[in-house]
C-alpha cells in the first residue's frame, strides 16, 4: 500500500520507520547527513517542511521530506487499513473447484 504524503507524491507504507516532525535537533542532524549523503529525498515541490518520514530500503535509511503534517499522513494510513481490513472481513471466502449448494442455512 502507498499513502499520499502531498502533491500526489506517494510513499510506500510497509517501509515507513517513522514520521516526525521535522523541528527537532536529532531530526535535523538526520536530515542535514542525509542531504549530505544522497538519502534525502524532498517532495514538499517548495513547500515548508511539515514531516519528515524515515523509511528503509535497499538495506539503508531514506529520509522524505513531505509538505504535509504528521498527524495527517498517519490519520491516512489508519483509514486505508480500515478500509483494506473492512473489505477482507466482507468478501466472501472464495474456494476455487468449490460451488456453494444450497441456501446456508443449517435449520430444516
Known sequence: M???VGFNNFVEV????TIS???SS???R??????DSGRFIDLTQGKKTRSVIVTS???????VGAAVQATTIVTRIKKMRDEHTARIIAAPLMV????????GSSEE
Open 14 to 17: 510497509e517501509k515507513i520507520i
Open 57 to 63: 530500503s535497499l538495506n539503508q535509511t531514506l529520509l
Open 2 to 4: 502507498f499513502v499520499d
Open 30 to 35: 538526520l536530515m542535514k547527513e542525509a542531504k
Open 26 to 28: 536529532p531530526i535535523k
Open 21 to 23: 516532525r521535522p523541528d
Open 96 to 103: 476455487p473447484g468449490l460451488e456453494v449448494i444450497g441456501g
